[in-house]
């Protein structure tokens, strides 16, 4: 691996961001973001994506630029940096390829996925190989239990992994090939994700399926028992809850009625479809 920056004195890097200050246009969209909010210090989680998209982690001048424009400290800003662990304060990799070793992904294979990666990148925890394309990471679960053990490149979500395909995984990666998640959409960078997760859409939002079989065992049963859910009580609620409220339900219901429909397709329909994984038995859709 390679230790790629040093660290300054509040643990942000120092050697790339030392100096100047962000580009006129970072600036500008960092303002912007804040215009999407009431109050603009609500912005600062999605600005912090953006100077990571930009500058690969976060930097010193990014948190000094966050404090100036939403006029607050650079240690505030800095400690919402440290305190979610999306935020990197060392240079993250073209992919960055987590792998969840909670519980259930541990058990069913995420411990000796981490393993593998481990030896095979060269790399320990939190560490970039050499070429500086891949960052290996043991992550938390990501509500993905139900297609264990669960690896993510950039926050995508690659299904029902093993050392092998994890190991040809980022083979693939670091050559440079297409690689798609198991879910449909292609992997961009690690920085292109981030200008996403800032609020600044790729448009692949919609790419890949919205539910697959795994996680619709629950509704399928209810289906076949006839169980339903209890009312939800929002006419009991007034005013700017209650539209609230109903708007929620009426998104659920929507949901839930396309979940239905996917359901009432043919297997081949469902299993054979875009983003279905044919290394897990043609289960490899989720959400
Ligand atoms: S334990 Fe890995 S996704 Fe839940």
Known sequence: MTDMVSTGPNGAGSAASAGGS???ETMRELREI???????????LPMLHLVQSVEGRVTSRGIEACADILGIS?????????FYTMYKRRPVGDY?????TNTLCAVMGGDAIFERLKDHL????DETTEDGKVTLEHVECNAACDYAPVVMVNWEFMDNMTPESATQLVDDLREGK???STRGPRICTWREAERVLAGFPDDRADEGPAAGPASLVGLQVAREN???APESGRRSVSGRARGTAEAAAEAADTRRAEAETKLDRSPADVEGGKGSNPEADGKGTSE
């Open 178 to 180: 297409e690689v798609h």
């Open 34 to 44: 804040t215009a999407r909010y009431p109050q603009a210090r609500s912005a600062l």
């Open 74 to 82: 650079a240690a505030e800003v800095a400690g919402v940096a440290t």
């Open 96 to 100: 960055h390829v987590g792998v969840c």
């Open 122 to 125: 060269d790399v320990g925890n």
């Open 226 to 228: 006839g169980w339903t």
């Open 22 to 24: 962000l580009p006129e």
